[in-house]
T-cell receptor, first 115, second 110 residues
Framework: EPEVTQTPSHQVTQMGQEVILRCVPI?????FYWYRQILGQKVEFLVS????????KSEIFDDQFSVERPDGSNFTLKIRSTKLEDSAMYFC?????????????FGQGTRLTVV | GQSLEQPSEVTAVEGAIVQINCTYQTSGFYGLSWYQQHDGGAPTFLSYNGLDGLEETGRFSSFLSRSDSYGYLLLQELQMKDSASYFCAVPKSGNTPLVFGKGTRLSVIA
């Protein structure tokens, strides 16, 4: 069964360093998302991406964040200068199409720890 | 904007039935979804309601009342493996990203 894959599964970084989280969405999907989940809290939307551009972003997604789809398969989230409060689980998700039946397929996540 | 309210925790006995409620406030309505998340795992899609009424998928059912801005997830014949967090979610608009409730942690006990 097709799945969204994320690498790495765990990332530890020092405050102020840049990190890149990688995702390979399901191959025929068109809509891509990043979410984060701070331990014990709800899943929060960061950004959505369609047709090679950001279609929507939340207030969390400030200038330190960026996304890219550098080739036909990868979808990356870059955090330029990490802060302690960026420590969270980051989930990539994809959908085949827009529309109301909002089934999104999530990757297993990258646990980011900023020290 | 969107906001969703659901209970933070529910405990139920193995074999029983449990209902997890969700009330929502949205600027537009594009359906209510439910996701399951086991500890350390990714959210996985359970069900979607675009219209009023009950949708059944095996042991899980989901109900929606648009006039009440309310839905629920019903889990029957509970099993220990159903212990997880359950999130209701709504799209922000017709094409998009989901906004999740804070989640209900279900503990199934013997």
């Amino acid at each position: 069964e097709p799945e969204v894959t994320q690498t790495p599964s765990h990332q530890v970084t020092q405050m102020g360093q840049e990190v890149i989280l990688r995702c390979v969405p399901i191959s025929n999907h068109l809509y891509f998302y990043w979410y984060r989940q701070i331990l014990g809290q709800k899943v929060e939307f960061l950004v959505s991406f369609y047709n090679n551009e950001i279609s929507e972003k939340s207030e969390i997604f400030d200038d330190q964040f960026s996304v890219e789809r550098p080739d036909g398969s990868n979808f990356t989230l870059k955090i330029r200068s990490t802060k302690l409060e960026d420590s969270a689980m980051y989930f990539c998700a994809s959908r085949f199409e827009a529309g109301d039946a909002a089934e999104a397929f999530f990757g297993q996540g990258t646990r980011l720890t900023v020290v | 904007g969107q906001s969703l309210e659901q209970p933070s925790e529910v405990t139920a006995v193995e074999g029983a039935i449990v209902q997890i409620n969700c009330t929502y406030q949205t600027s537009g309505f594009y359906g209510l979804s439910w996701y399951q998340q086991h500890d350390g795992g990714a959210p996985t899609f359970l069900s979607y309601n675009g219209l009023d009424g009950l949708e059944e998928t095996g042991r899980f059912s989901s109900f929606l009342s648009r006039s009440d801005s309310y839905g629920y997830l019903l889990l029957q014949e509970l099993q220990m493996k159903d212990s997880a967090s359950y999130f209701c979610a709504v799209p922000k608009s017709g094409n998009t990203p989901l906004v999740f409730g804070k989640g209900t942690r279900l503990s199934v006990i013997a």
